[in-house]
């Protein structure tokens, strides 16, 4: 699932994107509510989960079967994103275990929030988060039974 706060003239797009088990209703909600500040303007497509987001946000939905925009509601960056993630799964990484699902879409994320800055940059830019965080074997692997930190 993906968020993308549009841009704002000063700054690109941000996107926010996780691995969710299913698209039931309670699922999406808890991904919005924990993302999207109280008050503000959602523009999705028009599955039936959105549909009942509530009084706490203004809501607006493209139903793809008619069109693709109809004037400032669209989807249209998000699914930038998501063909940019599914460009780089196909021809970078051919396969995906999905337990590493959630990694590779971080990693996108990153890559596409950071894209003003060139390569050396983002890395640097991560390796800056990484100070304290082992990253152990067992979840490099997705296995429960390793525990051996990698170096």
Known sequence: MGLLARHDGKRHSQVRATVVKNTQKEILHGVIE???????????????????????????????TEAYVRGA?????LENFWSLFKRCIRGTHVSVE??????????EAYRFNNRETDDAGRFIGALKGAPGKPLMYKTLIGDNEQQVPIS
């Not at 503000?40 to 607006?60: C, I, W």
């Open 34 to 64: 924990s993302h999207v500040e109280v008050g503000s303007t959602l523009y999705t497509d028009a599955f039936q989960a959105y549909g009942t987001l509530g009084p706490e946000y203004f809501h607006d939905f493209v139903d793809h």
């Open 73 to 77: 509601v669209h989807t249209n960056g």
């Open 98 to 107: 999905p337990f590493h699902l959630g990694a590779y879409v971080d990693s």
